[in-house]
């Protein structure tokens, strides 16, 4: 059994930084296939940022230059550095492992960017 737990949301200005935190525990699994979906309220859950384990990273044309995904193979964690922060990126953030074939998903944190 895999588990993902994601921390880090909060209220922030528009403009402003957050750092989200996705700790990965269990057995058998590496971090690789990682990924940062988001949704919104009213809106279908789509894809911010993927990263592999050797380093490959992928991000949606909306927050590229932005955000910045990476991870700590020691702590087995997953971070997504967001910068430049805008009202259009409030949405539960949500942090996935592929592996074998299934898809293990944390709870979500609640990021919100208002004035």
């Known amino acids: 059994q895999v588990h993902l737990v994601e921390s880090g949301g909060g209220l922030v200005q528009p403009g402003g930084s957050l750092k989200l935190s996705c700790a990965v525990s269990?057995?058998?699994?590496?971090?690789?296939?990682m990924g940062w979906y988001r949704q919104a309220p009213g809106k279908e859950r789509e894809l911010v940022a993927t990263i592999t384990s050797d380093g490959s990273t992928n991000y949606a044309d909306s927050v590229k230059g932005r955000f910045t995904v990476s991870s700590d193979n020691a702590k087995n964690t997953v971070y997504l550095q967001m910068n430049s922060l805008k009202p259009e990126d409030t949405a539960v953030y949500y942090c996935k492992l592929g592996m074998n074939g299934v898809d293990y998903w944390g709870k979500g944190t609640q990021v919100t960017v208002s004035s």
């Open positions: 269990g057995r058998g699994f590496s971090l690789n296939a």
